[in-house]
């Protein structure tokens, strides 16, 4: 019995003590905050291409080939200083460049805060070119060409 008393009264003094204690609110200063965000940012934050991407100028680098995938495991093999490496996007060169992004023909590279495309060695442009017919007529094949099947 006296226990059950010592309880209720202890409940008692600490619902009152919640009752009559005020909830601390924390009031934060009114800050003007810059709502404008820089636009070549945001398009570089989304993936896209900066407008004065220029090319390496660093000679030391060479991107001897590159492994483009969409699925994300794209590699470009990089010679440095004699060393030839594969690296993924996000990876860091010994130079301190780090991997923006690897297509086909290229590798972006951001080094000191701009982003330098370096080409892939020996390619002056794309090698792929499109070819189009001018007549739509049938042809016959030739008889030198040659053919691969595929076996089942």
């Given at each position: 019995?006296?226990?059950?008393?010592?309880?209720?009264?202890?409940?008692?003094?600490?619902?009152?003590?919640?009752?009559?204690?005020?909830?601390?609110?924390?009031?934060?200063?009114?800050?003007?905050?810059?709502?404008?965000?820089?636009?070549?940012?945001?398009?570089?934050?989304?993936?896209?291409?900066?407008?004065?991407?220029?090319?390496?100028?660093?000679?030391?680098?060479?991107?001897?080939?590159?492994?483009?995938?969409?699925?994300?495991?794209?590699?470009?093999?990089?010679?440095?200083?004699?060393?030839?490496?594969?690296?993924?996007?996000?990876?860091?060169?010994?130079?301190?460049?780090?991997?923006?992004?690897?297509?086909?023909?290229?590798?972006?590279?951001?080094?000191?805060?701009?982003?330098?495309?370096?080409?892939?060695?020996g390619t002056k442009g794309s090698l792929l070119h499109l070819v189009r017919e001018t007549s739509h007529a049938p042809t016959?094949?030739?008889?030198?060409?040659?053919?691969?099947?595929?076996?089942?």
């Amino acid at each position: 019995m006296l226990l059950a008393s010592f309880l209720v009264w202890r409940e008692d003094r600490l619902r009152s003590h919640w009752r009559t204690e005020e909830p601390a609110v924390a009031t934060l200063p009114d800050v003007e905050v810059d709502r404008s965000l820089a636009v070549t940012t945001l398009a570089l934050a989304l993936g896209f291409r900066a407008a004065d991407a220029r090319a390496s100028v660093r000679s030391d680098i060479i991107l001897k080939a590159t492994f483009a995938s969409s699925a994300g495991g794209s590699r470009a093999l990089v010679a440095l200083d004699g060393k030839v490496a594969a690296y993924r996007i996000g990876d860091r060169l010994v130079g301190g460049a780090v991997v923006r992004r690897i297509e086909s023909h290229a590798v972006a590279l951001w080094i000191d805060g701009v982003e330098e495309v370096l080409p892939l060695e020996g390619t002056k442009g794309s090698l792929l070119h499109l070819v189009r017919e001018t007549s739509h007529a049938p042809t016959k094949p030739d008889s030198h060409r040659l053919f691969l099947r595929t076996s089942r």
